[in-house]
């Protein structure tokens, strides 16, 4: 079964590359690596799956769920010198199935040792495709599950396409048996390729691994398979819209961006990335050139993790809370682009490394997109008396992953504008999660959701992001600050009443820095230096500037706010620690409520003039339409981090015309 599963991610990844090309390419790139954030090669990821099996016995179940370049240490990155030498480490999780353990390791590179083995207990990492290939075997040769489809006329059972989830709300049996679980539904296929649009709903399995056979079988009784063609493909539509114009973007002088090694730099921007598999884009020392030197932003920006909680009550559908960072690997899933489409013709296109089951590696072809946009005026401004027009365009650099999980696609994009703001902005498009009706009509009586098309129901839901910043404004000695403004009420010295007032409060610890949007008092945030001081004897300072948000529906009590608590407020703050990186905590897969950030801010550490990590939530409530069917055009969602005394003067006003 093992080496069958094997085979099937082997060969699904040789599929893809030779589609894309790229055959040949694992062997072709040989980067040449100067600095401790240099992305990790597949020849690392050989030594070190070699040393660590020539240390450990592995077993035949056992499989890499996570290779990715140790996270080097802080003070170590900071203080490096080109030529100076570093130490160079990689991680890795491993899952043995058959044992149902989880294990953590560290590979020396330079020493080819291991320097760190442990069982990390209770654990379960992340989903992989090969396990769905095991998952779907179970299912397909269960008795329970085969009646249930012959009893909606279902006999090649070929034409079910089988989608995993991970198991979310665990009953307390499960939590007490602490096994490898799956939640599995059931779609058919037919003639369609769009199977997302043919739930077989009611139908739900619950798998363990562990033990290969399904736990739990519900069959709540059949509920009409929509027989409409919702496949979305040119020949499927027929008549189609009148197309526009070409649009060319064109740079005939070249690009403005440098790319050396995986250092960025642009307009006075330098920073570095790495593809990590979990995190997907991960941006390191992000610095600003201000003309007279070069100015520490950020340290390390990543979107932390994701939370996707779905509104109906129902048993069938109540346990969808996907954490698509933690249980998923968002980096792994992210697919290859294409010039014209994902990103505009002027953009380049970047691989990544990761490694398969067996710890084999592997590229992931143009996964990176990376390209400069026009986004309208900078700033102008017309004189009458001298009618002297003075104005500059604005461009933008973007960076940009799409990672598809199921049925859901998101674009993550890290965009640097010439003024200093740094902003981040996530596309939400993808099929709306389905739900089987046998209602062809709206009708009042179901106020979990809209009807987005006949026998198709949308269910209300919610996507929460968060994203962690280790924050480094000029220096690692920062604080945190609140700002409100407010009206003030009149009297004699604010008679018309006209007087709008600003108050700024520090946030001294981290529990006082768990913290909420508030629209009536414009609230932001601003992390400043605190040894540093501006012309005007302030303190430069980066402001978290909000876009669109929500908040947490689900209610006090409820199991997904217990578990997913970082989504529940907009703003967390904590003292720099290394191992601090993800929200929902490192194992978010059948965890216990309470990880992740409750946890980092349980000891309540001191904020001021320290090195803090700034932790941001934003969420969007989705109540499906017609129109969001069979494809959703593309919502957005974002926040900035703009200077705020930062710089003396607008940075951009001395751009060439």
Do not use: C
Not at 57 to 78: R, W
Not at 298 to 326: C, H, I, K, T
């Amino acid at each position: 079964m093992i080496k069958r599963l094997r085979q099937f991610f082997l060969v699904a990844i040789a599929i893809i590359s030779i589609s894309l090309g790229f055959i040949g390419g694992l062997s072709a790139q040989k980067p040449v690596f100067s600095h401790p954030l240099s992305s990790l090669t597949e020849a690392e990821i050989n030594t070190a799956v070699s040393v660590l099996k020539q240390e450990k016995t592995l077993s035949e179940t056992a499989a890499f769920h996570l290779i990715a370049l140790q996270e080097p240490d802080k003070q170590e990155v900071l203080n490096f010198t080109p030529g100076k030498a570093f130490l160079r480490q990689v991680f890795l999780v491993i899952y043995d199935r058959s044992q149902n353990k989880t294990f953590e390791s560290i590979v020396n590179l330079k020493t080819k040792t291991l320097s760190s083995w442990k069982e990390i207990p209770n654990a379960q990492p992340a989903l992989l495709p090969p396990e769905y290939q095991l998952a779907t075997e179970i299912v397909k040769s269960d008795p329970r599950w085969q009646k249930a489809m012959q009893k909606r006329g279902i006999t090649d059972f070929d034409q079910v396409q089988i989608s995993f989830w991970a198991p979310g709300i665990l009953s307390q049996q499960e939590e007490t048996a602490g096994n490898r679980l799956f939640r599995v539904l059931s779609y058919y296929k037919g003639k369609q390729w769009n199977y997302f649009a043919h739930p077989i709903e009611g139908v739900l399995a619950t798998v363990n691994l562990n033990t290969g056979k399904i736990t739990s079988f519900v069959d709540n009784g059949i509920v009409p398979i929509s027989s409409e063609n919702w496949d979305y493909d040119i020949k499927s539509l027929g008549k189609l819209l009148s197309s526009p114009k070409p649009l060319n973007i064109l740079q005939p002088n070249g690009k403005s961006f440098q790319i050396n090694d995986n250092e960025i730099n642009w307009q006075g921007w330098k920073f570095r990335y790495l593809m990590h598999p979990r995190d997907g884009l991960v941006l390191y020392l992000v610095n600003y050139n201000d003309g007279e030197k070069k100015r520490p932003v950020l340290y390390r920006a990543s979107l932390s993790e994701m939370v996707v909680p779905y509104g109906d009550p129902q048993p069938n559908w109540s346990f969808r809370n996907a954490f698509d960072v933690g249980e998923y690997s968002l980096g792994l899933l992210t697919n290859p682009m294409e010039l014209g489409k994902e990103i505009p013709e002027n953009g380049v296109l970047l691989d990544a490394a990761f490694a398969n089951v067996d710890g084999e590696p592997y590229v992931m072809p143009k996964v990176i997109g990376i390209y400069e946009r026009d986004n309208g005026i900078l700033w102008k401004h017309y004189d009458f008396n001298t009618q002297r027009n003075l104005v500059r365009r604005s461009r933008e650099l973007v960076m940009k992953i799409i990672a598809t999980i199921d049925n859901y696609d998101y674009s993550i994009n890290w965009i640097f504008h010439q003024d200093g703001t740094l902003e981040v902005q996530n596309e939400l498009t993808g099929i709306v999660l389905a739900q089987g009706t046998d209602a062809q009509k709206q009708t009042e009586d179901n106020i979990y959701g809209r009807l987005i098309a006949k026998n198709i129901f949308g269910v209300n839901h919610q996507h929460f992001f968060n994203y962690r910043l280790d924050m480094d404004v000029d220096g690692q000695a920062n604080s945190v600050m609140e700002m409100n403004v407010k009206g003030l009420p009149i009297n004699e010295q604010n008679p018309l009443g006209n007087a709008i007032a600003i108050s700024t409060t520090p946030l001294a610890t981290e529990t006082a820095a768990v913290r909420d949007l508030d629209m009536k008092h414009s609230r932001e945030w601003m992390i400043t230096s605190t040894d540093k001081k501006n012309a005007l004897g302030v303190a430069p300072g980066y402001m978290l500037m909000p876009g669109g948000n929500s908040i947490f529906y689900p209610v006090e009590g409820a199991n997904i706010r217990q578990k997913a608590e970082f989504a529940t407020h907009h703003v967390w703050v904590t003292k720099y620690k290394s191992g601090e990186l993800y929200a929902g905590g490192d194992y978010p897969n059948q965890t216990k409520p309470g990880q992740g950030l409750p946890k980092y801010i349980a000891d309540n550490e001191s904020l001021t003039g320290e090195d803090v990590v700034l932790w941001y939530t934003m969420g969007m409530t989705h109540v499906p339409r017609p129109e969001d069917w069979p494809v959703m055009p593309t919502h957005r969602i974002g926040f900035k981090l703009v200077p705020r005394g930062f710089f003396n003067r607008n940075p951009a006003i001395n751009l060439p015309e």
